[in-house]
């Protein structure tokens, strides 16, 4: 479907007709999952979302790092994205709670990026391509 009102449509007959479906919709930006989980929507797949966590994942490689740590370092902030999208949902319509909220998340996400500069990611990783496999053979 494309566009939110076909999308808010689909979801408030389904959960009115079908109400222990599972409903996985996909939502155009962050503003458009708000209102999909609002309806009851908890399968929501940003479009923008895996895109740019590939894109990051594919310059980490580019960088020289490993494959399987750019992997992880997606994984890892799609979950932070995925838990403050649900926490922002549940508190955007009180302001001065959400813009705690989004504060607090802004520290935590810079709090975060320090803590990846001073990282070694590839320490201790050796689960995907080892230099042995990066290595070509005579």
Not at 28 to 51: C, Q
Request: proline share 3%; with cysteine; aromatic share 6%.
């Amino acid at each position: 479907m494309d566009g939110l009102e076909p999308a808010h449509q689909l979801v408030e007959t389904a959960n009115k007709h079908f109400p222990h479906l599972t409903l996985m919709v996909r939502a155009r930006h962050r503003s458009d999952a708000y209102e999909l989980m609002d309806l009851g929507a908890h399968g929501v797949y940003r479009e923008h979302l895996d895109t740019s966590i590939r894109l990051g994942e594919d310059v980490l490689r580019a960088l020289g790092h490993r494959a399987y740590s750019a992997r992880r370092a997606g994984q890892q902030f799609r979950q932070y994205d995925e838990n403050a999208l649900t926490t922002l949902t549940a508190e955007r319509h009180d302001m001065a709670t959400c813009v705690r909220s989004v504060r607090a998340q802004i520290a935590q996400q810079a709090a975060l990026l320090t803590a990846d500069r001073e990282l070694d990611p590839t320490a201790g990783d050796h689960a995907w391509d080892s230099e042995q496999l990066r290595t070509p053979r005579s």
